[in-house]
Structure formats: C-alpha cells, structure tokens
C-alpha cells in the first residue's frame, strides 16, 4: 500500500479527503436525526394499574417548543412480559384515565382495549393493532 500512496500522492489526499468528510457527514446525520438525547421532553403525568394489576398505563405530556402544543402519549406496560406499548397520542394538557374493566381504559374519553387498540389524534380513529 506504502508504494501505491508514493505513486499516486494526489489519489491518496483525495481519497483521505472524501473518507474524513464521509465520517463527518454520517456522524451530522446521526447526531440530527437519530440520537434521542434531542427529542422534546416529556413530564410523567400519571400512572394507573388495571383493575387485575395486568396492565399499568403512565401518561406523558411532551412539549414539543414553543411553536408546538402540547401533546399526551400514553404507554401501556404488560407486567408479565414488560412490554411497552404506546397506545394513545393526542392533542392535550391534563389526562383523565379510568379503567372500565381488566383491558379497558378511557384516556380522556377515548376507549381502548390495551390489547390491541390505539388511538392516534393525527388520525381521529380507533383503530386495531391486527388491522395494518
């Protein structure tokens, strides 16, 4: 390689040059678009247990900025396996949360089963899981 570089010296900077500006564009891209650490913050509202204790939903008010008005997301915990399940998103301040049986909840006057439903603003319906 030493004697190719010795050979081709303006080949090697311009290789070395796209290389370094290669490694500095996806480091912008994944500094931009993917690290987490930059989201909008989010304020834990309030937790609540199903009726079984099967289920514990916790509600999140995001602050988008200034620009942006507050949303509420709601993440459904199963306690057997411990997955997590973001079940409603909407437009919103405060959250009222009522459990109308062991896989019911009202969030804010939106049912759901947390089985297998959710609830997106954006799109003003219920719609099930199984459905996509």
């Known amino acids: 390689m030493g004697k190719w570089m010795k050979c081709h010296p303006v080949m090697t900077v311009v290789i070395g040059y796209f ?3 290669t490694v500095l564009a996806g480091f912008a891209f994944y500094w931009l678009f993917i690290d987490m650490q930059y989201l909008p913050t ?3 509202l309030l937790s609540s247990r199903s009726p079984d204790g099967e289920y514990t939903l916790t509600v999140y008010r995001n602050n988008g ?3 942006v008005p507050y949303t509420l997301s709601g993440e459904v915990t199963a306690a057997r396996t411990g997955k997590q399940t ?3 998103w909407a437009d919103g301040v405060e959250a009222e ?3 109308s049986g062991e896989t019911n909840v009202r969030i804010n006057g939106v049912e759901l089963d947390v ?3 959710k609830y997106d603003y954006r ?3 219920q719609e099930g899981t199984d459905t996509h």
Request: overall charge neutral; aromatic content about 10%; glycine content about 4%.
């Open 42 to 44: 989010e304020e834990r």
């Open 123 to 125: 799109r003003h319906r």
């Open 97 to 99: 949360v009522e459990w």
């Open 115 to 117: 089985r297998s439903e």
């Open 65 to 67: 900025g200034a620009t």
């Open 86 to 88: 973001i079940i409603y």
């Open 19 to 21: 290389t370094v500006l």
